[in-house]
């Protein structure tokens, strides 16, 4: 299981499984989430930078089927409302956070390990589209080529290739054939 802690106020060595990438920051982390596969993000509220509750909506959008584990100061019932609406799977208070957090990631691997052994298959993700990604999509679909959507869609061919390869990482998918058979099958 790949872990990202964002965060500080506790040792990466104290949590189990130990977080293979550990950042103190909101920019830091959210290049780490944009450019790496993690399957659990334990996020603390007060960063260097800002609050973690800002990077729920991120980490579902790339990250759909990961876990996420926000630590915060009993602020009562208002934010961990706001922060399950936003995202989070859990939310745990800070006095306590690395024992409970410790028995929270032995729940979630064997939720985890319960869905692959029942061989879940992932939803497709064309429901992650953006509505200009999902146009884009429908063009492929016509046998249209990068060049020829770059003209309809008034785009430069950097800004089409751009949104090609934003298609294939939420689809899962290596070009624009498997692209186009993932969307018929639906």
């Known amino acids: 299981m790949q872990s990202l802690y964002i965060g500080k106020s506790i040792k990466a060595s104290e949590l189990s499984p130990v977080p293979l990438r550990q950042v103190s920051s909101l920019r830091a982390a959210l290049a780490l989430i ?21 990077l729920a909506p991120t980490i579902r959008r ?18 961990h409302e706001a922060a399950q609406h936003l995202g989070f799977s859990e939310v745990i208070g800070v006095e306590s956070a690395a024992l409970h957090i410790n028995s929270l990631v032995e729940k979630l691997l064997a939720e985890r390990g319960n869905q692959i052994t029942k061989k879940v298959e992932p939803v497709v993700g064309i429901h992650l589209l953006s509505l200009r990604e999902r146009e ?21 061919i950097a800004t089409i290739k751009s949104h090609l390869t934003s298609i294939y990482r939420k689809l899962g998918v290596r070009n624009r054939v498997e692209a186009i058979s993932k969307l018929r099958s639906n």
């Open 62 to 79: 790339i990250h759909p089927y990961s876990f996420s584990i926000l630590i915060t100061a009993p602020h009562g019932w208002a934010t």
């Open 136 to 156: 884009i999509l429908m063009d492929l679909a016509t046998g249209a080529t990068t060049e020829e959507i770059a003209r309809k869609r008034h785009n430069s």
């Open 34 to 54: 944009r450019t790496e596969r993690f399957d659990l993000f334990i996020v603390e509220r007060e960063l260097d930078d800002g609050d973690g509750l800002v």
